[in-house]
């Protein structure tokens, strides 16, 4: 065995190594964001969305109330109204 081969040797891998990165680079840019207008409408009405009640209680109420006072639609009446509102 040669030992001048095995110092080539190890040269080759000592230049494959990974170089040392100077980590002291600071950008000269810095990094900024804006919000469009219609974005900004579009979390207007998200928040007006989420502050609206999913039941309207008025609704309820006056539907419970109009119940309780002997209100009733009849079956056929209710099926003209739903094959209404899913006709195109």
């Given at each position: 065995m040669?030992i ?28 900024s ?26 609704k309820?109420?006056?539907?419970k109330?109009?119940?309780a ?20």
């Amino acid at each position: 065995m040669r030992i001048d081969s095995m110092n080539q040797v190890s040269q080759v891998y000592r230049m494959n190594r990974p170089k040392k990165i100077n980590t002291a680079y600071q950008a000269s840019f810095n990094d900024s964001v804006e919000i469009s207008q219609l974005g900004k409408d579009i979390q207007i009405a998200k928040k007006a969305i989420g502050a609206t009640p999913d039941i309207r209680e008025d609704k309820v109420a006056a539907m419970k109330a109009a119940f309780a006072n002997g209100y009733s639609v009849s079956d056929n009446d209710l099926a003209d109204k739903l094959v209404e509102s899913f006709a195109i």
